[in-house]
């Protein structure tokens, strides 16, 4: 089901490109030497000027970003990726130490410049007056952007994202309302939680993904209203069943895929209950 969705969402993008290239261009200018570039660029390694690794270009990759009018990145795919990640925070979590000795557990890397504070003692600043101090005035004669950077590195940061609410939940990031949970992120409602991402009103689980209102599973992918369930995705109102991929209302079923109000079922044999 999901690969099913993005490939109809990839034809649907690929078709709206073909239809932008008959109408009349709205940029010649970045036609025109976008065409001269992609007209000399050849396939071969290429060294990333970011990491100084040296990756394959395709004449595959080439010809995609010649259907969608965009350059080939200059940089490896993995370099790629960091960048695209660097401007969320949370999924990584590192013990660090506080100007006055502290050890607080944070999103920020121990060797980033910026300021952190414990996130109780950020809350309570930013409910006061206090950081009205760290205003600055515009100078006109500086660059703009050179004043945010030095304006954005003085100003303190909460060491993590997290609810005041949290109980036990130290080394979780963007969760709400949860309870003994341990490297989770952007959970809601969760309990006794561990390896959870993206779970609402979740319990007694690890390694769930997407997971709405389920206990006692173990490493699923958007599982909901389950119990007992291990090594499924997307399942709903299933109970005591293992390896499932797309299945509903079934129970004491073991690799099954697209079954609907099943139970003792393996590998999609109706089997009996003894």
């Known amino acids: 089901m999901p690969f099913a969705f993005w490939e109809k969402w990839a034809i649907g993008q690929t078709a709206l490109v073909f239809h932008n290239r008959r109408m009349p261009s709205r940029t010649p200018q970045f036609d025109a030497a976008f065409d001269v570039f992609m007209a000399n660029l050849t396939p071969g390694p290429r060294t990333c000027p970011e990491t100084g690794e040296i990756f394959e270009c395709r004449s595959k990759e080439i010809e995609t970003h010649r259907l969608f009018r965009v350059p080939p990145s200059r940089r490896v795919p993995w370099a790629r990726i960091r960048r695209l990640r660097a401007a969320i925070g949370g999924y990584d979590l590192f013990k660090c130490t506080l100007s006055d000795g502290r050890t607080v557990i944070s999103m920020y890397d121990p060797e980033s410049p910026a300021i952190i504070l414990p996130t109780s003692e950020w809350m309570d ?22 004043q945010w950077n ?34 989770c992120y ?18 007694y689980s690890a ?5 709405d209102r389920v206990e006692w599973c173990y ?56």
């Open 125 to 146: 600043k930013r409910t006061s007056d206090t950081f009205l101090a760290y205003g600055r005035a515009y100078e006109d004669q500086r660059p703009f952007f050179e």
């Open 150 to 183: 030095d304006f954005s590195r003085r100003i303190p940061r909460p060491a993590i994202i997290q609810d005041p609410k949290n109980e036990s939940s130290e080394w979780s990031s963007y969760c709400m309302t949860c309870k003994n949970n341990y490297q």
């Open 186 to 203: 952007c959970n809601s409602e969760c309990r006794d939680l561990f390896y959870g991402d993206y779970n609402s009103c979740c319990s």
């Open 207 to 211: 390694d769930l993904f997407g997971g």
């Open 219 to 274: 490493d699923g992918m958007r599982i909901d209203t389950s119990s007992h369930v291990f090594w499924s995705e997307w399942s709903i109102d299933c109970v005591s069943s293992s390896f499932l991929l797309n299945c509903r209302n079934c129970h004491d079923c073991f690799g099954c895929a697209n079954l609907v109000n099943k139970s003792y079922c393996f590998l999609n044999e109706q089997l009996t209950s003894e």
